[in-house]
Protein backbone atom coordinates (compact mmCIF):
# COMPACT_ATOMS: atom_id res chain seq x y z
CA UNK A 1 0.00 0.00 0.00
CA UNK A 2 0.89 3.64 -0.77
CA UNK A 3 1.79 6.11 1.54
CA UNK A 4 0.72 9.73 1.10
CA UNK A 5 -0.09 13.00 2.99
CA UNK A 6 -3.47 14.05 3.99
CA UNK A 7 -4.85 17.13 6.08
CA UNK A 8 -4.74 15.93 9.95
CA UNK A 9 -8.32 17.92 10.09
CA UNK A 10 -10.44 21.00 9.45
CA UNK A 11 -8.18 23.82 9.79
CA UNK A 12 -8.98 27.55 9.52
CA UNK A 13 -7.20 30.82 9.41
CA UNK A 14 -7.28 34.62 7.81
CA UNK A 15 -6.15 37.52 7.41
CA UNK A 16 -6.56 40.86 5.87
CA UNK A 17 -4.63 42.49 2.98
CA UNK A 18 -5.52 46.36 1.66
CA UNK A 19 -8.92 45.69 3.50
CA UNK A 20 -10.15 42.36 2.13
CA UNK A 21 -10.41 39.95 4.27
CA UNK A 22 -9.32 36.21 3.23
CA UNK A 23 -10.31 33.35 4.56
CA UNK A 24 -8.65 29.58 4.22
CA UNK A 25 -10.50 26.27 5.14
CA UNK A 26 -9.04 23.03 4.59
CA UNK A 27 -10.87 19.46 5.04
CA UNK A 28 -9.74 15.76 4.66
CA UNK A 29 -12.40 14.41 2.17
CA UNK A 30 -12.61 10.65 1.06
CA UNK A 31 -14.32 11.26 -2.43
CA UNK A 32 -14.92 14.11 -5.18
CA UNK A 33 -18.34 14.32 -4.22
CA UNK A 34 -17.86 15.13 -0.55
CA UNK A 35 -15.15 18.04 -1.65
CA UNK A 36 -17.88 19.41 -3.58
CA UNK A 37 -20.24 19.66 -0.46
CA UNK A 38 -17.94 21.49 1.49
CA UNK A 39 -17.84 24.42 -1.20
CA UNK A 40 -21.45 24.08 -1.59
CA UNK A 41 -21.09 24.95 2.19
CA UNK A 42 -18.96 27.61 2.21
CA UNK A 43 -20.65 29.17 -0.82
CA UNK A 44 -24.20 28.81 1.59
CA UNK A 45 -22.35 30.05 4.49
CA UNK A 46 -20.56 33.19 3.03
CA UNK A 47 -23.66 34.32 0.79
CA UNK A 48 -22.66 37.64 1.00
CA UNK A 49 -18.98 37.12 -0.15
CA UNK A 50 -17.25 38.73 -2.87
CA UNK A 51 -15.80 35.47 -3.58
CA UNK A 52 -15.32 31.56 -2.29
CA UNK A 53 -12.91 30.08 -4.20
CA UNK A 54 -11.49 26.31 -4.26
CA UNK A 55 -9.40 23.77 -5.47
CA UNK A 56 -9.12 20.07 -4.16
CA UNK A 57 -7.26 16.90 -5.21
CA UNK A 58 -8.62 13.48 -4.97
CA UNK A 59 -6.52 10.47 -4.82
CA UNK A 60 -6.69 8.47 -8.09
CA UNK A 61 -9.33 11.03 -8.87
CA UNK A 62 -10.27 14.33 -9.97
CA UNK A 63 -8.52 17.19 -9.25
CA UNK A 64 -10.17 20.28 -9.93
CA UNK A 65 -10.05 24.22 -9.29
CA UNK A 66 -12.66 27.30 -9.43
CA UNK A 67 -11.78 31.71 -9.61
CA UNK A 68 -15.24 32.09 -8.78
CA UNK A 69 -15.13 35.07 -10.46
CA UNK A 70 -11.73 36.24 -9.93
CA UNK A 71 -9.50 37.33 -12.89
CA UNK A 72 -8.80 34.16 -14.61
CA UNK A 73 -5.44 32.37 -12.83
CA UNK A 74 -5.18 34.68 -9.79
CA UNK A 75 -7.59 32.57 -6.90
CA UNK A 76 -8.18 28.54 -7.63
CA UNK A 77 -4.83 27.78 -9.65
CA UNK A 78 -2.75 29.57 -6.77
CA UNK A 79 -4.65 27.26 -4.09
CA UNK A 80 -4.14 24.34 -5.81
CA UNK A 81 -0.88 24.93 -6.51
CA UNK A 82 -0.31 25.08 -2.03
CA UNK A 83 -2.06 21.88 -2.10
CA UNK A 84 0.72 20.18 -4.28
CA UNK A 85 3.40 21.66 -3.19
CA UNK A 86 2.24 20.44 -0.15
CA UNK A 87 2.01 17.32 -1.06
CA UNK A 88 -1.58 16.78 -0.12
CA UNK A 89 -4.22 14.37 -1.53
CA UNK A 90 -7.88 13.85 -0.64
CA UNK A 91 -7.87 17.51 0.51
CA UNK A 92 -10.08 20.60 -0.30
CA UNK A 93 -9.43 23.96 0.38
CA UNK A 94 -11.83 27.33 -0.14
CA UNK A 95 -10.56 30.61 0.22
CA UNK A 96 -13.78 33.66 0.74
CA UNK A 97 -12.98 36.89 0.29
CA UNK A 98 -14.67 39.87 1.14
CA UNK A 99 -13.88 42.80 -0.94
CA UNK A 100 -12.58 45.88 0.96
CA UNK A 101 -12.69 48.07 -1.52
CA UNK A 102 -9.10 48.45 -2.63
CA UNK A 103 -7.92 46.53 -6.02
CA UNK A 104 -5.11 43.80 -5.54
CA UNK A 105 -4.39 43.27 -8.87
CA UNK A 106 -2.88 40.20 -11.12
CA UNK A 107 0.03 39.54 -8.37
CA UNK A 108 -1.53 40.97 -5.28
CA UNK A 109 -4.59 38.46 -5.64
CA UNK A 110 -1.71 35.50 -6.36
CA UNK A 111 -0.45 36.32 -3.58
CA UNK A 112 -3.18 36.48 -1.53
CA UNK A 113 -4.43 33.23 -2.46
CA UNK A 114 -1.71 31.95 -2.09
CA UNK A 115 -1.40 32.81 1.29
CA UNK A 116 -5.70 31.58 1.94
CA UNK A 117 -4.65 28.01 1.22
CA UNK A 118 -1.09 27.85 3.26
CA UNK A 119 -2.67 29.50 6.37
CA UNK A 120 -5.15 26.75 5.86
CA UNK A 121 -2.70 23.96 5.30
CA UNK A 122 -1.23 24.92 8.05
CA UNK A 123 -3.96 25.24 10.50
CA UNK A 124 -5.27 21.61 9.32
CA UNK A 125 -1.56 20.13 9.70
CA UNK A 126 -0.32 16.99 7.68
CA UNK A 127 -0.62 13.28 8.17
CA UNK A 128 1.12 10.85 6.32
CA UNK A 129 -1.31 7.58 5.70
CA UNK A 130 0.79 4.63 5.23
CA UNK A 131 1.20 0.91 7.18
CA UNK A 132 2.46 1.21 10.12
CA UNK A 133 4.22 -1.69 12.54
CA UNK A 134 3.21 -1.35 15.72
CA UNK A 135 5.90 -2.86 18.64
CA UNK A 136 5.60 -3.04 21.77
CA UNK A 137 8.70 -1.96 23.70
CA UNK A 138 9.19 -3.15 27.77
CA UNK A 139 12.24 -1.10 29.28
CA UNK A 140 13.89 -0.65 32.57
CA UNK A 141 13.09 3.30 33.72
CA UNK A 142 16.84 4.11 33.23
CA UNK A 143 16.54 3.26 29.69
CA UNK A 144 13.59 5.21 28.96
CA UNK A 145 14.73 8.16 28.15
CA UNK A 146 17.23 7.10 25.57
CA UNK A 147 14.57 4.97 23.77
CA UNK A 148 12.41 7.91 23.15
CA UNK A 149 15.26 9.49 21.66
CA UNK A 150 15.32 6.55 19.55
CA UNK A 151 12.43 6.21 18.54
CA UNK A 152 12.60 9.77 17.18
CA UNK A 153 15.11 9.57 15.10
CA UNK A 154 14.09 6.37 13.27
CA UNK A 155 10.70 8.11 12.31
CA UNK A 156 8.25 6.19 14.78
CA UNK A 157 5.65 7.65 16.89
CA UNK A 158 4.68 6.47 20.55
CA UNK A 159 1.00 5.69 20.64
CA UNK A 160 1.22 4.46 24.51
CA UNK A 161 3.50 5.09 27.69
CA UNK A 162 2.23 2.77 30.83
CA UNK A 163 4.35 3.12 33.63
CA UNK A 164 4.64 0.18 36.30
CA UNK A 165 7.53 -2.02 37.61
CA UNK A 166 8.82 -0.82 34.06
CA UNK A 167 7.93 1.32 31.40
CA UNK A 168 6.00 -0.34 29.00
CA UNK A 169 6.01 1.45 25.48
CA UNK A 170 3.27 0.58 22.49
CA UNK A 171 4.84 2.16 19.10
CA UNK A 172 4.34 2.73 15.63
CA UNK A 173 6.96 2.71 12.80
CA UNK A 174 6.86 3.25 8.76
CA UNK A 175 6.72 -0.30 7.80
CA UNK A 176 10.53 -0.19 6.98
CA UNK A 177 11.89 1.11 10.00
CA UNK A 178 10.32 -0.98 12.57
CA UNK A 179 13.77 -4.27 12.15
CA UNK A 180 16.23 -1.42 12.49
CA UNK A 181 14.95 0.19 15.35
CA UNK A 182 14.71 -2.90 17.30
CA UNK A 183 18.40 -4.09 16.07
CA UNK A 184 19.62 -0.74 17.41
CA UNK A 185 17.29 -1.13 20.58
CA UNK A 186 19.18 -4.60 21.74
CA UNK A 187 22.59 -2.81 20.53
CA UNK A 188 22.08 -0.06 22.00
CA UNK A 189 21.01 -1.67 25.63
CA UNK A 190 23.54 -5.11 25.23
CA UNK A 191 20.01 -7.07 25.12
CA UNK A 192 18.72 -5.34 28.16
CA UNK A 193 15.69 -3.75 26.43
CA UNK A 194 13.98 -6.11 23.19
CA UNK A 195 11.23 -5.48 21.68
CA UNK A 196 8.41 -7.10 19.66
CA UNK A 197 6.05 -6.65 16.73
CA UNK A 198 1.96 -6.90 17.31
CA UNK A 199 0.60 -6.11 14.44
CA UNK A 200 0.41 -3.97 11.38
CA UNK A 201 -1.99 -1.15 10.49
CA UNK A 202 -2.83 0.80 7.30
CA UNK A 203 -3.56 4.79 8.62
CA UNK A 204 -2.75 8.16 8.58
CA UNK A 205 -0.81 9.74 12.03
CA UNK A 206 0.04 13.20 12.27
CA UNK A 207 3.78 14.07 10.75
CA UNK A 208 6.20 17.07 11.78
CA UNK A 209 6.07 19.88 9.02
Known sequence: MEEYLIPTQFGEAEFVEKKSRFIGRVWPVETEAEALDRIQQMKKQHYDATHNCWAYIIRDGAVRFSDD????????????????REGLFNVVCVVTRYF?????GAGGLVRAYTKGAKIGVDAAGKSMKRVWTV???????????????EVTAFGGIIRQTDFGSEVELELLFPEQRAEPFLERL????SG?????ETGKEYRAFPVDA
Open 100 to 104: GGILL
Open 69 to 84: GEPGGTAGMPILQVLQ
Open 186 to 189: TNLT
Open 192 to 196: NVEGM
Open 135 to 149: LYVPCPYTFYERVKL
